[in-house]
């Protein structure tokens, strides 16, 4: 009754190909119209550019947007300077790749800025289109080696922790109920699910002895006449759904149209082959579980069986 390799994969690439339609956002920053009209020209088509006159409007925009992968501003601007703007992007967005725009000679304030990691780049006017395409592809490629870096370095941390609490809840809980719902809202709040259920398994059945986890407020457990649950049991195997509403035989599943749920996964726990108990994991929007947390999700599955199989 394990997970193979390659369910894991197949889940893996459905949430690639889920989360791979987004193109990475830009943000280009000048006051003067018809350059930000070039510069979107330029880009449109493999970046969402976003665009303000000023950093005063360009803060308020990443303040509704979040991280952008690119920034490119003008430094000569009313009000702010491309360089302060940019120092005032650092603290909340570190990994993001910023680029000055400068038509003047003002040596101290780049090289301030390049210093302290304000700058990635800077360009003088007029710029060369190729040139400035190159930059920016090299620029994209480093934000996303960035972002990956940061996005092992959360997901290690999250392994950790996980791990950590989940043997601490074993060693100090006084029976399984305490531990089962304990555990399901560590995960809950771990992956932020909106239902979160830890439920035993007695004879390849569902018994009534469970943990529950739940921001939909007081909900009944259906997990007893839930397909994903009944073949997870069926057959021991990780079952997962990305778009409940597009599934033609879940859509008009009850449990799921009654609490608008549109994401579902269905953790098998085994022990020596023997099926010890489900997990499952709810959220009410189309699946934003990354493949790394799909990762830690299954691996800590086995020390919960562990946990669970010490309370026999």
Request: aromatic share 6%.
């Amino acid at each position: 009754m394990e997970v193979i390799p390659q369910q894991l994969d197949n889940i893996r690439s459905q949430l690639m190909s889920h989360t791979r339609k987004k193109k990475p956002k830009m943000l280009i920053v000048d006051d003067e119209p018809d350059n930000l009209d070039l510069l979107y020209r330029a880009f449109r088509r493999d970046f969402n550019v976003l665009r303000a006159e000023s950093g005063t409007e360009a803060l308020e925009i990443l303040a509704l947007e979040g991280e952008v992968a690119i920034i490119i501003s003008d430094q000569r601007m009313p009000e702010m300077k491309g360089t302060e703007f940019l120092s005032k992007t650092l603290p909340q967005f570190p990994n993001t790749i910023r680029i000055i725009l400068t038509g003047f000679t003002d040596i101290e304030d780049l090289v301030e800025a390049i210093n302290s990691g304000q700058i990635y780049k800077y360009i003088t006017k007029p710029w060369d289109p190729n040139e400035l395409k190159r930059i920016i592809e090299k620029a994209a490629q480093t934000y996303k080696v960035l972002n990956q870096r940061s996005e092992y370095l959360e997901n290690s941390q999250t392994q950790l922790d996980l791990l950590s609490n989940i043997v601490q809840i074993s060693h100090k809980s006084e029976s399984i109920e305490e531990a089962l719902t304990q555990i399901a809202y560590i995960y809950s709040e771990t992956f932020s699910t909106d239902l979160c259920i830890l439920q035993l398994v007695e004879n390849n059945s569902l018994s009534s002895i469970q943990g529950f986890s739940s921001r939909l407020g007081r909900v009944d457990n259906l997990l007893a006449n839930d397909p994903l649950a009944i073949e997870a049991i069926t057959s021991g195997n990780l079952q997962f759904v990305i778009n409940v509403s597009q599934d033609t035989n879940l859509s008009d599943v009850l449990h799921y149209k009654s609490l608008g749920i549109e994401t579902h996964l269905v953790i098998p726990i085994s022990h020596r082959q023997k099926l010890l108990a489900l997990m499952s994991l709810q959220w009410q929007e189309p699946s934003t579980l990354r493949s790394e947390e799909l990762s830690t999700i299954h691996m800590s599955s086995q020390l919960l069986a562990l946990t669970f199989n010490s309370f026999e």
